[in-house]
């Protein structure tokens, strides 16, 4: 497998979860910086001009954060990165695609490009203020589906690779005070021996 990724995006998370199940695989980094995703030959892998992108052994490749964590959790059960019970595997699906759509989605992405937002650049303050309240509002969400658990939905699982990110973003970038218990799991996850090998991979600082 091939990972493609940029230092400290999203595709962090599913760094984190190659590291977790432990198989070999190889890694290409992708200067977002420079454009390179909308340039030849990242396009010709993956038209969408996105990070995570996976190229699996049979030279298939998959997009998406949710597909590539939810194919590699089901592709490597030893790793357990899924609960076994259909009703704890929904609640790590619903944690993870509120963390994607709607945290990422719709709140950074109003942080870090408002320009998708609105053409006028007048109103870039006005959108970055609202994607931090989206974003506000998505770690109280998680902060109290944190309460009395170390991750998200049981043991760790995709779910808790997914927030981690958001978090890494809130707290790395944007120097944010993390709720008390959305804390707690940034910092076991910052203790995972997966995350400290990813972490060191990218050159990354928590």
């Known amino acids: 497998m091939k990972l493609l990724y940029a230092p400290g995006a999203c595709s962090l998370g599913i760094h984190v979860l190659l590291e977790e199940i432990g198989k070999p695989y190889e890694s290409e980094r992708v200067n977002l910086q420079g454009g390179a995703q909308y340039q030849a030959p990242f396009t010709s892998i993956n038209p ?5 992108t996976l190229v699996r052994d ?3 490749v998959l ?15 030893q790793a357990k990165l899924l609960p076994d019970d259909p009703d704890a595997q929904a609640r790590v699906l619903e944690a993870m695609d509120y963390v ?6 719709q709140g950074f992405t109003r942080i870090f490009r408002p320009s998708n937002f609105s053409p006028n650049e007048a109103d870039a303050e006005a959108v970055k203020e609202r994607g931090k309240e989206i974003f506000e509002k998505g770690l109280g969400i998680m902060d109290k589906a944190l309460a009395g658990k170390d991750y998200v939905v049981g043991p760790f699982s ?8 958001v978090e890494f973003w809130g707290a790395a970038r944007l120097k944010m005070a993390l709720p008390a218990n959305c804390n707690a799991h940034y910092q076991r996850m ?17």
């Open 48 to 52: 969408k001009s996105k990070v995570p």
């Open 58 to 60: 049979d030279g298939s």
């Open 63 to 77: 997009t998406e954060f949710p597909a590539i964590a939810y194919w590699l959790a089901r592709a490597n059960p």
């Open 100 to 105: 994607v759509a709607t945290m990422h989605m």
């Open 158 to 165: 995709i779910a808790d690779a997914a927030l981690f990110y």
């Open 190 to 206: 910052l203790a995972r021996p997966a995350v400290k090998r990813m972490m060191e991979q990218e050159g990354l600082a928590a």
